[in-house]
């Protein structure tokens, strides 16, 4: 068995689907026997997962969900980590710009060796110039990560969306067969008793022509 372990929250989380998903998921008959071969099994109040287990779950959910959404998290993950790099190596920057300006003017307010401190303060500013250059560049490039993610951030909400407006679509929809249904059931027993009321109309009809029949002739020219 293998011995890689993840917990079902963290599973969810990087799959960017919900605990309670995960959980319905392995109690599906399907997965029994990887419960019954150890590949899923409780630790305290939690459920942990083994990578056969997590294969399986994989495999067990839309092909086309699962690729997106792995896809979208690693591209996520990609850009917070250059993000954090990016900002760490302009914080470098920032230091030697720091103790580079420091310098310099430590050379400025010497008296001596006027002439090589000159030569000095002019290769600091111009490596100062090429760190200003260099800081220019970090500071577009993380606005261009920070852009990205957050276009990342808004294509996760607007997915999140779009399933929350086809759950209620189709709670809708189901309220909507239900009403149908109701009305068509009305319709039904408004029938029913609209042939009922007919059949017994017809039948006193019928009672009076045939009473009407049988009448002696005397009494129909006396119109009784």
Known sequence: MKEN?????????????????????????AYKALWDAGHIKKEGHGISLDADA??????????????????????????????????????????????????????????RQIEDMTLQISTLNSQVETKEQERTELNDRLVTVESHLETAEQEKQTLSNQLSEAQSEAAAAKEERQKISEELQTAREQAAGEQERMSKEIEELRIQLDAEKNKPWWKKLLGK
């Open 5 to 29: 372990w993840i917990s079902i929250s963290t599973y969810a989380r990087t799959r960017m689907i919900s605990v309670q998903a995960v959980s319905q998921q392995i109690k599906r008959p």
């Open 54 to 111: 997590v294969a399986a779950l994989d495999e067990g959910r839309p092909a086309k969900v699962v690729v997106e959404r792995v896809q979208q998290t690693e591209e996520m993950d990609t850009l917070r980590q250059q993000n954090e790099s990016l900002r760490q190596e302009l914080l470098e920057i920032y230091r030697e710009l720091s103790s580079l300006k420091d310098r310099q003017l430590q050379l400025t307010d010497q008296s």
